[in-house]
């Protein structure tokens, strides 16, 4: 799987960002399989942590500090997902990854290992 992120950049404190996924090559050895895709992001000095995932149905998950700021989406017609950011924060500066990992029906996407991953994209909010 190829997943290729746009849409970083530099805002200030308050201010809203957009970034986009597309990915290709996706593969779907069963049926019931599908891709849980996500958002992740490490900031700087720090591990890389998830903060938004959503299966194919629509269902998300959320990091509890981008809880109704950020909102993840996708369209599965174009391979794309989606992450609007929202009333940006000095401590989001980060550089944002989009990744896909393949799961079976008894799975629930979370912030599990990813197999799949962008390049990154920076973010940088300052005040």
């Known amino acids: 799987v190829k997943l290729v992120e746009s849409g970083g950049g530099s805002v200030q404190a308050g201010e809203s960002l957009r970034l986009s996924c597309t990915g290709s090559?996706?593969?779907?050895?069963?049926?019931?399989?599908?891709?849980?895709m996500s958002w992740f992001r490490q900031r700087p000095g720090l591990e890389r942590e998830g903060i938004a995932t959503?299966?194919?149905?629509?269902?998300?998950v959320y990091r509890d500090s981008v809880k109704g700021r950020f909102t993840i989406s996708r369209d599965n017609t174009k391979n794309a997902v989606f992450l609007q950011m929202n009333s940006l924060k000095l401590e989001d500066t980060a550089m944002y990854y989009c990744?896909?990992?393949?799961?079976?029906?008894?799975?629930?996407?979370?912030?599990?290992?990813?197999?799949?991953w962008g390049q990154g994209t920076q973010v940088t909010v300052s005040s």
């Open positions: 990744a896909a990992q393949r799961v079976g029906p008894a799975v629930t996407c979370g912030f599990f290992e990813h197999d799949n």
């Open positions: 090559g996706y593969t779907y050895p069963s049926p019931n399989s599908r891709y849980c």
């Open positions: 959503i299966d194919k149905d629509g269902s998300t």
